[in-house]
C-alpha cells in the first residue's frame, strides 16, 4: 500500500466521488478506510469506530463474514465468469435462484432476473413491466408512478422515479410518463396531516386521484421503498403500503416493491413487503444479498406476472434486456453463502430488537436537544434524526450542521451517514447491544459539541 501521506494528496486528484462535488473532495478529504472487522471500520491513521452505515446499507452482517470470502475464493477458482445469456448458464446461478424463490415464496415472488446492484434491479423491473403490458395486449400502459422522496438509483428510469430533486435536476430532461405522488412523510407533507393514518389515506387519495388523471390504462407501474431510505427512513403507516397494493390491483397496475435496502431482514421482517403483507408483483434487491463483498442484485417475480411471460407464443417475452454481469458465478455464490448465513444467523430478530434499542435512545436525545425536529424508525434498522434550526418553524439547520455532527460523532466512535438535514443509522444487522450504546453515545457527544 501507498504511505498514507501519498494516500491523503492524491484521494481527489484522479478520482471523483459519487454524490458530492469534486471540489468538496479537496476541500474536505474523506476520511480513507483502510480495514474492517466485525461491525468495526478502521482509517488509515488507524483510528477505528462503529459503523453505523453498514457500509451502504449492505454489509448486513458485517465485515468478518467468512463463508461469503471463502464462497467468492472459491468460485473464483473454480468459474471466475461465464455469461448468462441465450445458450450459456452457470452452476452457482442456477442453485442460487432456487434458494431465492424458496426465500421469496411467502412473497409470491417465484422467478429471479440477475443483475449487477439497486440500480439495474430498478431497471429491469421498469422494463419488464411495460413489457409484460405489451405481452398482454395493452400497450399503451408505459406511464410509472412513485412517490416524491423516494429513491431508485441513478440509471436515467430510476432517476426519473425518482422523488428528491438533488437527483433530478442536473440530468433533466428525464424520461417522459413519470409522475409523483406525496409520500407519507408526517413530520412534512403538504397537507399538514401529523396524523400516520389519516395522512396514509390523503396519499392514497392523491393516487387514486392521479391515477384517474392519468387514466390508469396510461399507467404500466407503481414503484415503492416499502420504508423510504435514502429520502431520510420515512416508514410509512401500516395501511399505506397494502391501500396501494389494492388500487393497483384495482386498476391494472403493477406494484414494483423496490426492496434494494429493506429485503434480507434490515426492516425487522425478512422483507419490507412481507412486513406489510403485501406481495408486489416485482421485488427489486441488491447490496445485502451478497453482504455488499461484490456487486450483485435479483429482481424477484411474481408468478402471475412470471406465467404471462412464460405463456407467450408470440414472441412478444423475448426479453431484450440483460447485463454483462447478470448470473455473475462469482456474485452468485456470493449470494448463496450469504443467504445461507443470513438465514442461520436469523437476522431480522436481532434487526429488530437493536432497532428497538436505538429507537429508543433517539427518543432520549430528542428530549436532551432541541436542534432535533424529528426522529424515524420503530422498523428494525434504519432510523433517521432530522435537525431543525427550531423545532416551531422547521426551518432547515445551518447547512454545515450535519457534516459537524458527523465529524464529532466520528472522533467520539461511530460513522454515521448525513444526507441534507438528516443523521441516518442503517448498522449492520449483527449489532450487539454494547454496539448499539457506541453509537447512541458518540450521537450524544457529538450533539452536546456541535
Ligand atoms: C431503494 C434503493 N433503490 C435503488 C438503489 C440503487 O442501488 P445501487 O446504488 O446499488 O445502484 C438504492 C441505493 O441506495 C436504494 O436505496
Redesign the pocket.
Known amino acids: 500500500m501507498k504511505d498514507a501521506n501519498f494516500l491523503k494528496a492524491h484521494n481527489a486528484r484522479s478520482l471523483w466521488h459519487p454524490m458530492t462535488a469534486p471540489a468538496d473532495s479537496h476541500k474536505s478529504p474523506p476520511v480513507i478506510v483502510t480495514a474492517a472487522s466485525g461491525v468495526r471500520i478502521r482509517d488509515i491513521d488507524g483510528h477505528e469506530v462503529v459503523d453505523a452505515v453498514g457500509g451502504?446499507?449492505n454489509v448486513n452482517l458485517g465485515y468478518s463474514c467468512q463463508p461469503v470470502k471463502d464462497a467468492i475464493a472459491a468460485q473464483l477458482e473454480a468459474l471466475p465468469y461465464y455469461s448468462i445469456f441465450r445458450g450459456t448458464s452457470n452452476d452457482k446461478v442456477i442453485e442460487l435462484a432456487e434458494e431465492l424463490r424458496t426465500f421469496f415464496e411467502p412473497d409470491g415472488l417465484t422467478r429471479a432476473f440477475f443483475t449487477s446492484?439497486?440500480?439495474?434491479?430498478?431497471e429491469t423491473a421498469l422494463r419488464l413491466a411495460r413489457q409484460y403490458h405489451k405481452i398482454k395486449g395493452e400497450p399503451g400502459r408505459v406511464k410509472y408512478l412513485s412517490l416524491k422522496k423516494?429513491?431508485?438509483?441513478?440509471?436515467m428510469g430510476?432517476a426519473s422515479v425518482n422523488g428528491n430533486a438533488n437527483f433530478r435536476t442536473a440530468y433533466e430532461p428525464l424520461l417522459p410518463g413519470c409522475f409523483h405522488i406525496p409520500a407519507p412523510y408526517t413530520y412534512r407533507n403538504p397537507f399538514n396531516e401529523d396524523d400516520p393514518a389519516r395522512l396514509a389515506q390523503l396519499c392514497l387519495q392523491a393516487l387514486e386521484d392521479e391515477i384517474a388523471f392519468q387514466g390508469a390504462g396510461t399507467i404500466a407501474a407503481f414503484i415503492m421503498?416499502p420504508i423510504l431510505?435514502?429520502g431520510g427512513v420515512i416508514p410509512p403507516h401500516e395501511s399505506f403500503m397494502p391501500g396501494v397494493e389494492k388500487l393497483c390491483r384495482k386498476h391494472g397496475i403493477l406494484l414494483i416493491a423496490?426492496?434494494?435496502?429493506t429485503a434480507f431482514g434490515r426492516t425487522g421482517a425478512w422483507t419490507g413487503s412481507r412486513l406489510w403483507g403485501v406481495k408486489p408483483d416485482f421485488a427489486?434487491t441488491?447490496?445485502a444479498i451478497t453482504n455488499g463483498y461484490f456487486?450483485f442484485?435479483a429482481v424477484m417475480i411474481a408468478e402471475g406476472v412470471a406465467q404471462v411471460f412464460e405463456a407467450d407464443e408470440t414472441g412478444k417475452a423475448a426479453i431484450g434486456h440483460g447485463y454483462t454481469y447478470s448470473g455473475h458465478p462469482v456474485g452468485a455464490a456470493a449470494a448463496l453463502a450469504c443467504l445461507a448465513e443470513t438465514k442461520r444467523l436469523n437476522v431480522p430478530v436481532n434487526a429488530a430488537a437493536r432497532g428497538a434499542q436505538l429507537w429508543e435512545g433517539l427518543k432520549a436525545l430528542q428530549a436532551k436537544y432541541p436542534v432535533i425536529g424529528d426522529i424515524r424508525g420503530g422498523h428494525g434498522l434504519m432510523l433517521a434524526i432530522e435537525m431543525v434550526a427550531d423545532r416551531a418553524t422547521k426551518a432547515a439547520p445551518p447547512k454545515a450542521l450535519p457534516g459537524q455532527v458527523q465529524a464529532a460523532a466520528y472522533k467520539a466512535g461511530a460513522m454515521i451517514r448525513v444526507s441534507g438535514p438528516n443523521i441516518i443509522l442503517s448498522p449492520p444487522l449483527i449489532l450487539t447491544p454494547a454496539d448499539a450504546d457506541i453509537i447512541l453515545s458518540a450521537l450524544d457527544m457529538a450533539l452536546a459539541a456541535v
Do not use: F, M, Q, R
Not at 423516494?150 to 440509471?155: A, D, L, N, P, R
Not at 423496490?258 to 435496502?261: K, L, N, P, R
Open positions: 451502504l446499507w446492484g439497486g440500480s439495474d434491479s430498478v423516494g429513491y431508485h438509483g441513478t440509471h430510476g421503498e431510505g435514502a423496490d426492496e434494494v435496502i427489486c441488491a447490496k456487486p442484485g
